[in-house]
C-alpha cells in the first residue's frame, strides 16, 4: 500500500477527470488491487480485493492530510468502491457526491455517477482516444460534411467531442437506453440539441438501419469485452469487423477498441485481417500515462484503420 500512500502525499487536485494512482498497471507491486481517480471534486479509491477498515482508515487520514495541503477549508469528498468476487461495494467515505455531477476533459462536460455500479459514466483510460477523435475531426476542412458512427456509444462522450471538433452527424448505437438518455444530457450540457442521433438498438440486428445512414468517415467501434447477452469479444468481434468496409467513405477512418486484459492486440488485428483486408492498419493509439502498465497487451487497446481511397 505504500506507493498508493506516497502518490497520495505527493498529487495535486486536478481540475478536470483522471486517474491519479493505477496499481492495476503492475507498476507498484503490492498494490495491484488498487485506483484513485479523482471526479472533481470528488476522489473515488477502488479496490479489486476485499481490504479490511485499518487499511481504509490508513488510506483516508492520507487523503485528509493532502487535501488539508492543497485545499485548506475545503471539505474532502472520497468515495470506496470494492470490486471482488463479483461483487460490488459503494460507499461514501467522506463529505458529499454532487448531484447532479458533472466533471470536465479537454474542456468537455460529462455527467458521472460515482455512488452506483462499476462504470461512472466515463471512461478515463480512453481520454487519448477522445482527443484522437478531436483533432482528426478538427483537421477535416469546415466546409465538409463530416459523418461519424459511434457503435457501443454508451454515454456518447466520443459523440460529443466530435461535435464540438466540427462533425456534421453523429450516429450512436447502444443496446443501454438508459445509457444513452445519459448521452442525450450530456450533448445538452455542451450546447448541442441537434447534429447527433440515438438508436438503442441491438447492432446485430440493426446493420440495415445502420448501413442505410452511411458512408461514415469515421467508425468507432468500443464493445464491452464480455457482457453477456450484448457481446462477447472472443465470439462477436469477428461479425462485428467484417461490417466496417461496407460502413465506411473512402479513406474514412475506423477506430478499433477493447479492453480485455486476455486478449492482445494480434486478436484485433488477426481478425481485421482475415474479416476486413481492404482497410489498412495505420497505427496503434497511446493510452494517458497515468495508465502505465508492465504489460501493455493487457491494457486497453486503441487500433487505428483506414479505408482505401476510390
Known amino acids: 500500500m505504500q506507493a498508493l500512500l506516497d502518490t497520495i502525499a505527493t498529487m495535486d487536485l486536478p481540475a478536470d477527470a483522471q486517474r491519479i494512482f493505477h496499481g492495476r498497471g ?8 488498487w ?6 471534486p470528488v476522489l473515488v479509491l477502488t479496490s479489486f480485493q476485499p481490504v479490511d ?3 481504509l482508515a490508513t488510506i483516508g487520514t492520507a487523503l485528509a492530510a493532502r487535501w488539508a495541503q492543497r485545499a485548506p477549508g475545503q471539505a474532502l469528498n472520497w468515495v470506496f468502491q470494492c470490486r471482488a468476487e463479483g461483487q460490488t461495494d459503494t460507499r461514501l467515505m467522506a463529505g458529499a457526491v454532487p448531484d447532479p455531477h458533472v466533471v470536465s ?82 450533448h445538452r450540457l455542451n450546447g448541442f440539441n441537434t447534429g447527433a442521433s ?28 464480455y457482457q453477456k447477452g450484448s457481446f462477447v469479444a472472443t465470439k462477436d468481434y469477428a461479425r462485428l ?3 466496417l468496409p461496407e460502413l465506411l467513405a473512402p479513406e474514412g477512418h475506423a477506430l478499433v477498441c477493447l479492453n480485455a486484459p486476455e486478449l492482445d492486440t494480434a486478436f484485433l488485428q ?31 487497446k486503441v487500433l487505428l484503420y483506414q479505408a482505401p481511397p476510390l
Request: net charge positive.
Open 26 to 33: 503492475g507498476l507498484h507491486p503490492g498494490c495491484e488491487h
Open 241 to 243: 469487423v467484417r461490417r
Open 105 to 186: 476533459e479537454a474542456g468537455t462536460l460529462y455527467k458521472v455517477y460515482v455512488l452506483r455500479g462499476q462504470n461512472h459514466g466515463l471512461f478515463l483510460d480512453m481520454a487519448e482516444g477522445r482527443r484522437w477523435v478531436r483533432q482528426h475531426v478538427a483537421a477535416h476542412p469546415k466546409t465538409y460534411a463530416f459523418k461519424v458512427l459511434n457503435l457501443f456509444a454508451y454515454t456518447c462522450a466520443f459523440s460529443v467531442v466530435a461535435l464540438q471538433a466540427g462533425a456534421k452527424q453523429v450516429v450512436n448505437v447502444d443496446m443501454g437506453q438508459g445509457a444513452l438518455a445519459i448521452g442525450q444530457q450530456n
Open 53 to 55: 477498515d485499518a487499511a
Open 35 to 40: 485506483t484513485l481517480d479523482a471526479y472533481p
Open 198 to 225: 440515438f438508436l438503442a438498438h441491438d447492432i446485430f440486428k440493426t446493420w440495415g438501419k445502420i448501413t442505410r445512414g452511411g458512408p461514415y468517415d469515421l467508425v468507432i467501434v468500443d464493445p464491452p469485452s
Open 270 to 300: 488477426t481478425h481485421l485481417q482475415e474479416q476486413a483486408p481492404t482497410l489498412r492498419f495505420v497505427q496503434r493509439l497511446p493510452n494517458p500515462a497515468t495508465f502505465a502498465d508492465a504489460s501493455p497487451e493487457r491494457a486497453l
